[in-house]
């Protein structure tokens, strides 16, 4: 059982689904990770329904190339 703040892709796509049946139209992912297609896919497909999404670029440094999902 992990006692830490991390989140699976899995508990993220709930909480995005969640949002998106609630009609909220802006959310912000304030994380990075390494890729995930799932993912992907559901938030390409939020966007095509409307919503914005926007993602942290990650903590690189201002020439650092953008981290997942950004």
Known sequence: D???DRSDAY???RALD???ARGVQVTN???SG???ALLEQFVRRLAERGMVIVAA??????KA???YPA
């Open 2 to 4: 992990r006692q830490d």
């Open 34 to 36: 390494p890729a995930n």
């Open 65 to 67: 190339e953008p981290a």
């Open 11 to 13: 508990d993220l796509l």
């Open 57 to 62: 670029a990650g903590n690189g440094g201002p």
């Open 18 to 20: 969640l949002l998106s």
């Open 29 to 31: 992912m304030s994380l």
